[in-house]
């Protein structure tokens, strides 16, 4: 792992991202319930999936799924602008208060379909998908830039294949699988 990034990993306090009774249980490396049926990564997997992304401050992150706001810390941490699209609106409300407290300012919110992205901010340099969907949506390769990356897992319910999907500069895409991993499942309309 990148110095910058396992200082910033070791420094992040989990916990502050979890809530009761799951915060005694916030050190360990493992995934936590964090209401509405969704969970809080393991934070070695948030790490690995981070590096994969090739961030620098020129990124335009696209971030699909804020969930706590744990991983979006780490995007905000190491890009330029994030742009995080949550689909229920109580943990978009209380992962903007957790990273408005760690005074991030570079984080946009939306409560919305993640499938469809943000296309007003569009192009994106970096997209992170942190939920399943069964298939890449089709509107999330449109929305990312030419020489961007994208860290998606895909694939049914309970397993998927963690895919680093590259789009080259004359738009051609790429992918390659990192891990199987488990995932919830992106959710649209």
Sequence with gaps: ?????????????????????YKALSSLDHPLPIGYGQTIS???????MT?????????????????????SAFLAEFSGEVYTVER??????????RLDSLGYKNIHYRVGDG????PEHAPFDRIM???????????????????????????PEGWQELLKVIKDRHGSVSERKLLDVTFVTLVDK
């Design 1 to 21: 792992m990148d110095e910058k990034l396992q200082q910033f990993f070791s420094s992040l306090d989990r916990s502050r991202f979890v809530d009761e009774p």
């Design 42 to 48: 393991q934070p070695s997997l948030v790490a690995y």
């Design 51 to 71: 590096e994969q992304l090739e961030l620098n401050k020129k990124h335009t992150v696209l971030e699909i799924g804020t969930g706590s706001g744990y991983q």
């Design 88 to 97: 229920i609106n109580e943990l978009s409300k209380k992962a903007k208060k």
């Design 115 to 118: 499938t469809l992205g943000w």
């Design 129 to 155: 998908v942190t939920a399943a969907p069964s298939k890449i949506p089709e509107a999330l390769l449109d929305q990312l830039a030419p020489e961007g990356i994208m860290i998606i897992p895909v694939g």
